[in-house]
């Protein structure tokens, strides 16, 4: 019989491997992306409390600027799907369009909020590798 500690990995490996074949990795950069939203919420509203200015009004703003975000990616997503589908049915032409716009933004927004997060993680007093910041700066300026 197994111990709980390989039966847990083997499950998760299973569920992992289920999520890969169903998502794919466009699947788990959008996972990373809205862990990063996330991440980025929560040490900037940390980072406000301990500096003593946190207020529900920029906490919504916060919010509503996340929420800006997913639609930005939503409209890339259907201008992806709708260049894909103009290639397909061009008459007399084999060309074939997967994604591109969609995968970019999602990039460009998770190396935003990663960003965030090291600035929101020096206001909380964490030292951060001055290496890491421009190592995020220079990403994010090379996919642009």
Known sequence: MMD??????LGLTALMAGLTALWGWFGWLIILWLGCLILDYITGSLAAAKEGCWNSRRAR?????????MAAV????????????????????????????????????????LGSAIENAVKLGAPVPEFLRRTLELLKKDQE
Do not use: R, S
């Open 61 to 69: 703003e916060g919010i509503w600027q996340k929420v800006g975000c």
């Open 74 to 113: 939503m409209v890339a997503a259907a201008a992806d799907l709708l260049l894909g589908t103009v290639a397909a049915n061009i008459p007399n032409m084999d060309l074939e369009y997967g994604t591109l716009l969609c995968p970019l933004v999602v990039v460009w927004y998770t190396l935003t909020e």
């Open 4 to 9: 709980w500690a390989k039966e847990c990995k």
